[in-house]
């Protein structure tokens, strides 16, 4: 028993564990009661910065500020906001840095259109390997 | 005085390195003005250059197995040792912490340089002696820069006064087997590619460029790719385990950093058999070495500078960097240069019918460029809109969105390729060829319709395709005697099953996984998909150099016997970090995945179960692609012993 103490005690001292002492949101770790909203939720989740991660969705990520994001989106999604209602409130709040699916916009053009603009490339490129049937 | 010899044989194996670049320059130059030149002069300087290519290697060799010794003894007055080791770690990460942080990487790095370059000196002799020399100054040159980055910018034996009573210990995170084999592996795979770099370099010097080249060139980026493959894969079910979310692939800036050289050289891979059994594609196949070294130096530079955030770093050092980016520069500049130059005097390769083996291996190679480069571009935009001043995230849906589709494409290409003849076939001949495999699509496409519901685009035509895919793997066995069917046959076989394999555990965990997240009471039943989970306590737990909490877990489903399950919730002192432990029970039809979260003031236990059908194909795959290069290479390199042994037979008749 005096193992446990000590090791609870140490676990409570650990800044990594808890960056506050304030309890977790309830929604932070726990899902919605419906499987419906709750996959929505989710879905949405795994396509927002944790802000203070390196490079963590707010899904996967044990840091408090994930936490309390999950919890936010969880509760709006609750009171029936849509997801892409949540990502521009979001991103209206923390910028685009806060999404991992960048709006289209004249800086994310490129992006975006790269891949189409590769395979006419390559297609061009390819051709000159090709012999031409004989008819 | 072992760190002073570490640095003694690196200091020796750069002067060597620079010794094996002026030899192999001044040779290559004498040859190549004079090709019949036999003169005592030009034979000592090209014979020279082997020996001292292998000499460099275990000079390197030397200087590592030094670093391993000083951290295998805790030596605290050496600085990297006092800075990431502790002495009272496990033996097992003194040894792998020797590469768990930025020197010791950089140092396995040439080190495996060193000894690829030894090695080609010691077994490589089927090529012109102009390109094999010429091959080994640019393998040399590429081991001097990094020689240099060691000896100035990040010297691994530096020591420390008054050194101090213990070290600051590794980050928990690395504190795991997986250190062990991930980086080696990875670095391997890495480094092997320069080697097919440096056969490229070697060949366009030499204007050499052919199968005999291809043929040289195709066992190292076999070689390397194997481990590329093993790398990627273990380091994608260590970060499974380990970062406890119940993710195994983040399209995080590290994990796209080892997919990109891989990705290139798959590529490569394809091309180079093209080259060595039909003499086309030439200029592509030395295009593609320079692409696949670019990109593990890019890799290399992106793990390494720490300029983009993830999840995976550790013991980044932007000044550092930027000499990576230096070096980065140079070699790539340089080499696309004398591409320019040269890629004239390379002679435009055999042509083909676009419905041809031939055919679909370009097919093959544009969409894994188009992959790569989506990958690259990726990757790469936050830091270009940073210089716009703005911060982006680009992540999982741009990469689902943009690659997904495309690896679908070549999924389809995958089926068809080694069913089509090679120079010409026609389109009937390939439809009757896919109708099997192409109902094994449609009838795994109207299952999952009828009886998956709900479940998303991407996955959906995923696991069709992993149907269809399977069958057509096979089928170039199909009527084959299978004793007689050539080992590298079997390879390929083996290697496109595995791919079948890894994409329906990747459509099957995104489609089928069940998901659990909770504040759980002692003795409260939670359901996970088909497993009912039940806390049955928390207990201390005290490991080697940690203390934990350890959670009491029994999973049931109808029957069966109950699963045990024990995540831990580990605390380590030196340096104060927690981590969680995932607990993952396999059976085969999937994994239950198991991690202790807090403990809230009321005594509730936050526990995040998951039930992952098939997710273990995701590496089975990986693994069964590693097995089929690994067939491809031995009979490849076993069929080339045959056929040497005949040319000597004949040349003694």
Redesign the interface.
């Known amino acids: 028993m005096r193992?446990?103490a000590?090791?609870?005690s140490?676990?409570a001292a650990?800044?990594?564990?808890?960056d506050s002492t304030l309890?977790?949101a309830p929604l932070a770790?726990?899902?919605l009661p419906d499987p419906v909203l709750e996959a929505k939720a989710?879905a949405l989740m795994?396509?927002l910065?944790c802000l203070v991660?390196?490079?963590?969705?707010i899904?996967?990520?044990?840091a408090e500020m994930a936490g309390d994001m999950r919890a936010l989106v969880r509760q709006r999604i609750q009171a029936g906001e849509q997801p892409a209602q949540i990502r521009d409130w979001l991103v209206a709040r923390y910028?685009?840095?806060?999404?991992?699916?960048?709006p289209f916009s004249l800086?994310?053009a490129?992006?975006?259109i790269?891949?189409l603009a590769?395979?006419a490339i390559?297609?061009w490129l390819?051709r000159a390997?090709?012999?031409r049937?004989r008819r | 005085m072992i760190a002073e010899a570490g640095l003694a044989a690196l200091w020796l194996a750069a002067a060597l390195a620079a010794m094996q670049v002026v030899l192999a320059a001044i040779g290559v130059r004498r040859v190549l003005a004079a090709p019949d030149d036999e003169s005592a002069l030009t034979t000592d300087l090209i014979g020279a250059v082997r020996p001292v290519a292998i000499v460099q290697g275990a000079l390197a060799a030397l200087a590592m197995a030094m670093l391993i010794a000083v951290f295998l003894r805790s030596d605290m007055s050496v600085l990297l040792v006092a800075e990431n080791s502790h002495s009272e770690k496990p033996w097992l990460y003194k040894f792998a912490g020797a590469w768990g942080n930025h020197e010791g990487s950089m140092l396995l790095w040439v080190t495996i340089l060193g000894l690829a370059g030894g090695a080609v000196a010691i077994f490589e002799r089927s090529l012109a002696r102009a390109t094999l020399t010429a091959t080994l100054g640019a393998q040399a040159l590429i081991a001097l820069g990094f020689y240099a980055f060691l000896l100035f910018a990040s010297n691994p034996f530096a020591r420390i006064e008054p050194a101090p009573a213990d070290g600051q210990g590794l980050n928990p995170l690395l504190q795991d087997p997986g250190l062990a084999f991930h980086p080696p592996t990875l670095y391997i795979g890495y480094v092997g590619i320069s080697v097919a770099f440096s056969f490229a370099v070697g060949a366009l010097v030499a204007r050499d460029v052919g199968p005999a080249f291809a043929r040289a060139m195709r066992p190292w980026v076999l070689g390397s790719w194997i481990f590329l493959t093993l790398g990627i894969t273990a380091g994608s079910y260590w970060a499974y385990y380990e970062?406890?979310?119940?993710?195994w692939w983040?399209w995080?800036?590290v994990e796209n950093a080892s997919l990109m050289p891989w990705l290139a050289a798959t590529a490569l891979l394809h091309s180079v058999t093209v080259l060595a059994t039909r003499d086309?594609?030439r200029a592509?196949t030395v295009m593609l070495a320079v692409v696949a070294f670019s990109m593990s130096m890019i890799g290399t530079f992106l793990v390494r500078s720490g300029i983009?955030?993830?999840?995976h770093?550790f013991a980044v050092d932007p000044t550092r960097g930027s000499f990576i980016l230096a070096l980065l520069v140079l070699y790539i500049g340089g080499a696309l240069a004398l591409f320019a130059t040269r890629v004239g005097t390379v002679r435009v390769?055999n042509?083909?019918?676009?419905v041809s083996r031939?055919?679909a291996l370009?097919?093959n190679?544009?969409l894994l460029?188009?992959i790569l480069?989506?990958v690259l571009?990726?990757t790469l935009?936050p830091i270009i809109?940073a210089g716009?001043g703005?911060?982006?995230?680009?992540?999982?849906?741009?990469f689902d969105k943009?690659?997904g589709p495309?690896a679908l494409l070549l999924v389809v290409v995958m089926a068809a390729g080694p069913l089509l003849r090679w120079r010409r076939d026609g389109w009937r001949a390939l439809t009757s060829r896919m109708a099997v495999p192409g109902a094994a699509f449609a009838i795994g496409l109207v299952a999952l319709l009828a009886f998956g519901r709900g479940v998303a685009l991407l996955p959906l035509l995923g696991l069709a395709l992993a149907a269809g895919l399977a069958v057509a793997s096979v089928a170039p066995l199909w009527r084959r005697n299978l004793l007689r069917t050539p080992l590298f046959t079997w390879g390929m076989v083996v290697a496109h099953l595995g791919i079948a394999v890894s994409l329906a555990g990747m459509a099957a965990e995104s489609a089928f996984t069940k998901?659990?997240?909770?504040?759980a009471r002692v003795g409260e039943p939670l359901q996970v998909g088909p497993y009912t989970v039940t806390l049955k306590g928390i207990?201390?737990v005290?490991g080697p150099n940690w203390?934990?909490?350890e959670a009491h877990l029994v999973a049931r489903r109808g029957d069966a016997p109950a699963i045990v399950l024990r995540p831990q919730?580990r605390?380590f002192t030196n340096p104060?970090?927690?981590t969680?432990e995932s607990a993952i029970a396999t059976r085969w039809d999937g994994q239950v995945y198991t991690v202790l979260?807090?403990?809230?003031?009321s005594g509730r236990v936050?526990l995040?179960l998951w039930w992952k059908p098939f997710v273990t194909l995701i590496w089975l795959g990986g693994a069964l692609v590693a097995l089929g290069g690994a067939l491809s290479l031995f009979g490849r390199l076993l069929r080339e012993r045959r056929a040497r042994r005949r040319v000597e037979a004949e040349a003694w008749a």
């Open positions: 193992r446990a000590l090791a609870l140490l676990l650990a800044p990594a564990f808890a309890p977790a770790n726990t899902q989710q795994v396509t910065r991660c390196q490079g963590q969705s899904a996967d990520s044990d910028g685009d840095y806060v999404t991992y699916d960048p800086l994310t490129p992006l975006w790269a891949p590769l395979i390559g297609l390819a390997c090709f012999r049937r | 970062l406890g979310w119940g993710g983040f995080d800036p086309g594609l592509w983009l955030t993830s999840v770093a390769g042509t083909f019918d676009p031939e055919g370009v097919a190679n544009l460029s188009v480069g989506v571009i990726g935009y809109a716009f703005v911060q982006l995230s680009v992540g999982p849906p741009f943009a690659a495309v998901q659990t997240l909770v504040a207990s201390p005290i203390s934990a909490l919730s605390f104060v970090t927690v969680s979260g807090q403990i809230d003031p936050q995040r």
